[in-house]
């Protein structure tokens, strides 16, 4: 049966993006990095991705002032051109419109460095250590309209240090991104695959 083909959202480093090109070696993997699509041109991880040879596209979010479906209309033509079945946000640091999250209801899924619902939003780390939690973690889950929303589907947790500084836990929760998002997008393909032949 072919893989399942997975877009992913990049908008920086894209280490995320690039545990799922590693897991998308072993052909045994039921998905394959189809295309990386960047709303940011400068974003590290579309060379990464290139280097890897993986196809990527950047859609300068600057070329469309004021139009944010006009932006994500040209990123789901080109998940579509590229035969798309499921796309991964990995660090697509850009709030969606309806359209694109309706036009990929149920197929398009978030990594979140916290545990959701607990600290949505750009400033996790930093809002976990001042409410003097005692552990954090990580979130994937199915992307709905509101920022870091959306039914959760698996998480992971990490402890969190007394001498932990934002970049400590950060990276103690990135770790465990890496380990979980792989697991995820390979159950969720396993899934898209079954339904298509059913
Ligand atoms: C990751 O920690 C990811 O969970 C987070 O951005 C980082 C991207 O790193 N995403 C969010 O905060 C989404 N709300 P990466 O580019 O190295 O994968």
């Given at each position: 049966m072919s893989r399942v083909r997975v877009g992913v959202l990049i908008?920086?480093?894209g280490s995320n993006m690039e545990v799922l090109i590693a897991a998308a070696r072993d052909p045994a993997y039921p998905a394959e990095i189809a295309l990386v699509v960047s709303n940011?041109?400068?974003?590290?991880g579309l060379d990464k991705a290139t280097a890897a040879g993986i196809?990527?596209?950047a859609v300068d979010q600057k070329a469309f002032p004021g139009d944010r479906e006009g932006h994500e209309r040209t990123i789901d033509w080109a998940l579509r051109e590229a035969g798309v079945e499921l796309v991964a946000l990995a660090g697509y640091m850009r709030l969606l419109s309806p359209f694109l999250v309706r036009a990929w209801a149920g197929r398009m899924v978030n990594i979140h460095p916290s545990l959701l619902p607990e600290f949505?939003?750009?400033?996790?780390?930093?809002?976990v250590l001042a409410?003097?939690?005692d552990k954090s973690g990580c979130t994937v889950h199915l992307v709905t309209e509101g920022m870091d929303e959306g039914p959760i589907i698996a998480q992971a947790e990490v402890p969190v240090l007394s001498?932990?500084?934002?970049?400590s836990l950060a990276a103690r929760v990135l770790e465990q991104e890496h380990r979980l998002y792989p697991r995820v997008i390979a159950d969720l393909a396993r899934e898209i695959a079954a339904e298509r032949v059913s």
């Open positions: 908008s920086g480093r940011r041109p400068d974003a590290p196809p990527t596209l949505p939003g750009t400033n996790s780390h930093a809002e409410a003097g939690r001498t932990d500084t934002e970049t």
